[in-house]
């Protein structure tokens, strides 16, 4: 039993066996299970553990505990950065992550720019070196391991001396992900994992493919022995039911989806646009899926009963898939699509018809707050890729949700950090502020809405109330923040009919939460010191 006694009527929860069974007064508790543990949580704050819907683990762990270039400030200090974790490093594959030249200093002239294969090769003597843009859809990489891939400059996205993208950009990825070893793949698949319970996640959801993760990474992620609950989606596209049969069976995935690229990034220039850059010209992204192909995956996996997902970014990959979409209702109906719980990952660029839509089919659109916090506004990344007003109109979740679009949010890590507070903050105050949603509905899409684009229905997950499954975490926050907690309620659930407190302070420039535990299906898996 979990109770706080700094308040002489607060609430206490029981759990047994994995599961909440009692969420009442104190003493009722008590009286009712006097076998319970009584753990005093000292005032804390406590509330239904978060998932993060869309992660890519190795990534991750690669980022936490090697080359992260994100703090970088220009292209010569991204070069001396490289050249210094070099100098200390032995391994076979150099993996760097997170070099971003749209935020560069502009002030001089070339500092802006992103590293080239010279560049590179000057400061790392002839190593094997791959280094994945912020968005991870484009890449600079080192001659030496250029030199590992057969016929490269005949690949689409090829150039000699700038990042790859498109086909290039994945033959390189795969030569690069193919000289990490095992032991060093484990480690940070696991420590990506610790991290995440870390920040109060109780389950993650690891968007792999052929193209991002390959299938050997992909395959290792099921004999890891981690408490965090990993669900496993890997982006290959089938063209009938026996074919999604054979994918789900080679790969052991959960289901077909995730990073199955209908497009790429709008800072690699790879997402697809109906209309050019804005910094560009003639450029108008990469389409890796077309309607036909997107339509027979739509129509085979809804056949199986599969979960389906796609990766969508701009405005023509999401116009294409809604296009698929709406042929598919003319044959089977909204009920066997909705059965599904087909998936839009990103989703950044969706019209008000073609929320309707999805929401029709009862697709999840699985979000990144932390992107508009990043590239958002008037003047970032979004503004120079597409200019305004079009570039402010991305990831727009109140409309989303009011054309009932289920949410669920993420950190799409190792692009964004794991911290889902910070998410709840992001989506509660977008930088185009009618696109902000309330804190409790991002709350609720970075708890409850991931369970549900998971597949789970059952009302009760990722809430905290009896016959829930004991998932949730406990955090310290300044005392005025839950002032507006009602008769001492330490406890939380989604449902505002529930009356309970008020989330802590999300506003910009608040203290958010630290997490002091995080404990799923009723065992501890984080606690801090």
């Not at 993208?165 to 992900?177: G, K, N, S, W």
């Not at 109780?202 to 991002?212: F, L, M, T």
């Not at 290792?220 to 994918?247: F, K, N, Q, T």
Request: aromatic residues 6%; negative net charge.
């Amino acid at each position: 039993m979990y109770s706080s006694p700094a308040v002489p009527d607060a609430t206490a929860m029981a759990v047994s066996d994995g599961t909440v069974v009692w969420v009442g007064s104190d003493e009722v508790g008590r009286a009712l299970h006097p076998d319970a543990e009584i753990i005093d949580l000292r005032g804390r704050f406590v509330s239904p553990a978060f998932v993060d819907a869309h992660v890519h683990l190795t990534d991750t762990g690669l980022a936490l505990g090697g080359l992260n270039l994100s703090a970088a400030t220009s292209r010569t200090d991204c070069l001396q950065r490289i050249a210094e974790f070099v100098a200390g490093n032995d391994d076979e594959i150099i993996w760097g992550f997170g070099w971003d030249a749209s935020a560069w200093d502009r002030s001089v002239p070339g500092e802006d720019l992103p590293p080239t294969t010279s560049d590179i090769d000057a400061v790392t003597g002839g190593r094997a070196v791959y280094l994945a843009r912020i968005d991870e859809h484009s890449a600079a990489a080192s001659s030496a391991l250029r030199a590992l891939v057969p016929g490269l400059d005949s690949d689409h996205g090829y150039s000699p001396e700038q990042p790859l993208v498109a086909d290039a950009h994945h033959r390189v990825r795969a030569a690069a992900r193919a000289l990490i070893t095992p032991a060093a793949r484990r480690r940070a698949q696991v420590r990506a994992l610790d991290h995440a319970a870390s920040r109060g996640v109780a389950s993650v959801h690891e968007n792999g493919g052929p193209d991002i993760s390959g299938i050997a990474d992909f395959s290792s992620l099921a004999d890891l022995d981690h408490p965090v609950i990993l669900r496993r989606y890997w982006g290959e596209a089938a063209a009938d039911e026996d074919e999604v049969r054979e994918i789900l069976e080679r790969t052991g995935a959960d289901a077909i989806g995730g990073d199955l690229f209908v497009d790429g990034a709008l800072g690699s220039h790879t997402a697809w646009l109906s209309e050019p850059y804005s910094d560009r010209t003639g450029v108008s992204g990469v389409a890796y899926l077309h309607e036909q192909t997107l339509l027979d995956h739509l129509r085979a996996t809804t056949a199986a009963g599969v979960q389906a997902g796609f990766h969508v970014i701009g405005d023509a990959a999401t116009a294409a898939v809604a296009a698929a979409m709406t042929a598919l209702v003319d044959e089977v109906g909204t009920a066997a699509l909705a059965r599904c719980v087909h998936r839009l990952e990103h989703a950044e660029m969706v019209t008000p018809e073609q929320a309707e839509i999805f929401a029709r089919c009862g697709m999840v659109a699985s979000m990144q707050p932390l992107f508009d916090a990043a590239w958002g506004g008037a003047h970032d990344l979004y503004a120079r890729r597409l200019g305004n007003p079009r570039g402010l109109g991305l990831n727009d979740f109140a409309m989303l949700a009011k054309a009932g679009v289920s949410l669920t949010f993420s950190s799409d890590s190792p692009v964004c950090d794991i911290d889902p507070w910070a998410t709840v903050r992001a989506a509660a105050h977008h930088r185009t502020e009618s696109s902000s949603i309330s804190p409790r509905a991002a709350f609720a899409a970075s708890t409850r809405g991931g369970w549900r684009a998971a597949g789970t229905g059952d009302g009760v997950t990722g809430t905290l109330v009896p016959g829930a499954p004991a998932h949730y975490a406990v955090w310290d926050v300044d005392e005025l923040i839950v002032a507006a907690a009602t008769e001492g309620v330490q406890r939380w659930s989604t449902d505002p009919r529930s009356r309970v407190p008020a989330l802590p302070d999300v506003a910009p420039g608040a203290r958010l939460p630290r997490c002091v535990r995080t404990v799923v299906a009723g065992t501890t898996v984080f606690e801090s010191e």
